[in-house]
Structures are given as structure tokens and as C-alpha cells.
T-cell receptor, first 115, second 114 residues
């Protein structure tokens, strides 16, 4: 069974640039969630994708956007980068089966530094 | 809104000893789930244990167990026979039954010493 993978591992951008982060979900999973983890903080929910559509969103501006592909992998795009966007970005996958909730399994994260 | 509070920023325990990490939460929901995740220095978040609020029995997973007090909105994690590999940040998290987002606390940094 393949776990959640993310790429790249590290990324350095400058203010105003755009960035794309990628996530491959765990084998058998159909849902992907993205979280932002600032240094010394717990992860904050950005959004979730299910069946290639955004299923829910946290308190993040529209310049944070995403995609989910037919193979359930996902991208997180951030436009007009700001210094405060520097963080560890975590992807989590799960299997939605209807009732109840689905345990989320995390990838290793992408460390984004905005200069 | 749901909030999760971990009041112990850092803790230390000796190998083979037992340690308890505290977590409290605030919600008006009745059906929800609670989790403990572990994030070692290598940073991959790993699920430690999960508890359904409708279950009265406390969840256990090998050396890890929880003390779930629904009325007090408390969800503590007990680690027995601590091992050096237990050194990590531990996050308490909450999700409502119809939800999709995990709400995390700020974490407790646990150091296991020889």
C-alpha cells in the first residue's frame, strides 16, 4: 500500500510569485485535504477535494486554490505569495464512504519559504 | 466554532515511564470524533489513536490509550512504557460527525530521555 506523497520537499519563492504544490493520495483513497502549518502551530485547514470538486474550505483567501484529478491526486496553488505564506503545507488523504467521517492520513509535507 | 486547547507546550519523560498529555475542546456538537496525531522531527504526521464521541469505552492502541471525559470535554493521551522513538510533537484534533476539517490544538512537544 502506497502512502501519501508530496512534492516538492522544499521550495523557496519570492513575494508576489505563484506556487504549485502536489499531492498523491494513499492507494484506495478518494478525498484530499490540504492544511497549512506555521512554525510552532498546529495545522490549519485550507480546503478539501472530493470527486474533483472543492468540498469545504477554511478561512483562507481565494488566492489559495486547488484541483483534484481523476486519479485522486491534487494540487494546491497559491497566487501572489506573501511572507506569511511561509509554512509547511500538509496534504492528507482519506476514503469517503458516506456516513460518518473518514480518518485522514498525512503526507510528509512541503516546506515553502517566501522571501 | 470548535476549539482545541493543549495546555502543555512541552513535556519530558524518562524511558519506560508513563506520561499523560492533556487536551480539552469546546463544541456544541454531540456527535464528533477526536484524534491524537504524532509529528516526529522528520515531520510526517502519524495517526496515534481515534475516539468516537458516542463510544463510552476509551480507545487503546498498544502502549497508547486515552481518557475521554465527554462531560468535561477532555481527551488526554497516556503513553505507557515510553520509548525514545516517542519523541515528537503530539497534536490533539477534533472533527464533527458531518465535517471534513480537522481542528488541531497547538501541540505538545514530548521529549523522551534515556
Amino acid at each position: 500500500e502506497t502512502g501519501v506523497t508530496q512534492s516538492p520537499t522544499h521550495l523557496i519563492k519570492t513575494r508576489g510569485q505563484q506556487v504549485t504544490l502536489r499531492c498523491s493520495s494513499q492507494s484506495g483513497h478518494n478525498t484530499v485535504s490540504w492544511y497549512q502549518q506555521a512554525l510552532g502551530q498546529g495545522p490549519q485547514f485550507i480546503f478539501q477535494y472530493y470527486r474533483e470538486e472543492e468540498n469545504g474550505r477554511g478561512n483562507f483567501p481565494p488566492r489559495f486554490s486547488g484541483l483534484q484529478f481523476p486519479n485522486y491526486s491534487s494540487e494546491l496553488n497559491v497566487n501572489a505569495l506573501e511572507l506569511d505564506d511561509s509554512a509547511l503545507y500538509l496534504c492528507a488523504s482519506s476514503f469517503r464512504r458516506g456516513a460518518g467521517i473518514d480518518t485522514q492520513y498525512f503526507g510528509p509535507g512541503t516546506r515553502l519559504t517566501v522571501l | 466554532a470548535q476549539t482545541v486547547t493543549q495546555s502543555q507546550p512541552e513535556m519530558s519523560v524518562q524511558e519506560a515511564e508513563t506520561v499523560t498529555l492533556s487536551c480539552t475542546y469546546d463544541t456544541s456538537e454531540n456527535n464528533y470524533y477526536l484524534f491524537w496525531y504524532k509529528q516526529p522531527p522528520s515531520r510526517q504526521m502519524i495517526l496515534v489513536i481515534r475516539q468516537e464521541a458516542y463510544k463510552q469505552q476509551n480507545a487503546t492502541e498498544n502502549r497508547f490509550s486515552v481518557n475521554f471525559q465527554k462531560a468535561a470535554k477532555s481527551f488526554s493521551l497516556k503513553i505507557s512504557d515510553s520509548q525514545l522513538g516517542d519523541t515528537a510533537m503530539y497534536f490533539c484534533a477534533f472533527m464533527i460527525n458531518s465535517g471534513y476539517a480537522l481542528n488541531f490544538g497547538k501541540g505538545t512537544s514530548l521529549l523522551v530521555t534515556p
